[in-house]
């Protein structure tokens, strides 16, 4: 077992789903509906991201396979599209900027109401919010580097933890922004920003590294893990 790639994909798709950075943006398509029904909408939010994550990481090889994509390839690529995000995150900007959209109609349980709410936000909050080119591009990546049964299970757990630790600020959402503020929010943004950059230069290094075997030191290099 690579503890050091588990670890490292924890802390990778924890700061490029960035909750906390993109819970201004939930609370705004939330902000009419009545606690209950955001936090409701918060725990199916949750199993949506996990339920798209896990698709990603087990289909995201076939769907290169079928396109004739190399992974060095997509290494590159992909890390091209995670050093914008965190460019963007580096620079205080969000992933996708919202103008807030209207209630979903307060009728039923409170569980048929937050799903009425989550088919009006799963697009664009989900996706791409959460789950965008950057997001996917990260799970493939690491699907890719599990090998083994156990490191394939090792990784659906990450994304199951990290899904979790997205519901959990969600549903606390309003708290949490109450008490860091925008200014605790942009701090946030900007680190994870910076973790996000040092990933996607990772990512390139080790597409470099595979194409030009050899050619750099294997000690910065994981592209045989």
């Given at each position: 077992?690579?503890?050091?790639?588990?670890?490292?994909?924890?802390?990778?798709?924890?700061?490029?789903?960035?909750?906390?950075?993109?819970?201004?943006?939930?609370?705004?398509?939330?902000?009419?509906?009545?606690?209950?029904?955001?936090?409701?909408?918060?725990?199916?939010?949750?199993?949506?991201?996990?339920?798209?994550?896990?698709?990603?990481?087990?289909?995201?090889?076939?769907?290169?396979?079928?396109?004739?994509?190399?992974?060095?390839?997509?290494?590159?690529?992909?890390?091209?599209?995670?050093?914008?995000?965190?460019?963007?995150?580096?620079?205080?900007?969000?992933?996708?900027?919202?103008?807030?959209?209207?209630?979903a109609?307060?009728?039923?349980?409170?569980?048929?109401?937050?799903?009425?709410?989550?088919?009006?936000?799963?697009?664009?909050?989900?996706?791409?919010l959460?789950?965008?080119?950057?997001?996917?591009?990260?799970?493939?990546?690491?699907?890719?580097?599990?090998?083994?049964?156990?490191?394939?299970?090792?990784?659906?757990?990450?994304?199951?933890?990290?899904?979790?630790?997205?519901?959990?600020?969600?549903?606390?959402?309003?708290?949490?922004?109450?008490?860091i503020?925008?200014?605790?929010t942009?701090?946030?943004?900007?680190?994870?920003?910076?973790?996000?950059?040092?990933?996607?230069?990772q990512?390139m290094i080790?597409?470099?590294?595979?194409?030009?075997?050899?050619?750099?030191?294997?000690?910065?290099?994981?592209?045989?893990?």
């Amino acid at each position: 077992m690579e503890w050091s790639i588990v670890v490292n994909a924890f802390i990778g798709m924890l700061a490029i789903l960035n909750p906390i950075g993109n819970m201004p943006i939930f609370l705004e398509h939330v902000e009419n509906e009545t606690p209950k029904v955001q936090r409701a909408v918060a725990l199916l939010m949750t199993l949506s991201i996990f339920i798209l994550l896990a698709t990603f990481f087990v289909c995201g090889n076939g769907i290169l396979t079928v396109f004739g994509i190399t992974i060095p390839a997509f290494r590159l690529a992909g890390g091209i599209i995670i050093l914008t995000v965190g460019l963007r995150m580096l620079q205080g900007k969000s992933k996708f900027e919202s103008h807030g959209i209207e209630t979903a109609a307060a009728s039923g349980s409170t569980f048929d109401q937050a799903r009425n709410r989550l088919s009006h936000i799963l697009v664009p909050v989900a996706m791409p919010l959460f789950i965008g080119p950057g997001s996917i591009t990260t799970v493939v990546l690491y699907a890719e580097k599990s090998t083994s049964f156990a490191m394939a299970a090792m990784m659906l757990l990450v994304l199951l933890v990290c899904s979790i630790t997205v519901g959990v600020v969600l549903v606390s959402s309003r708290y949490i922004f109450n008490k860091i503020g925008p200014n605790g929010t942009q701090i946030v943004i900007r680190f994870m920003g910076m973790i996000l950059c040092a990933i996607a230069m990772q990512f390139m290094i080790d597409g470099v590294s595979q194409l030009l075997p050899g050619v750099l030191d294997s000690t910065f290099t994981h592209a045989g893990d």
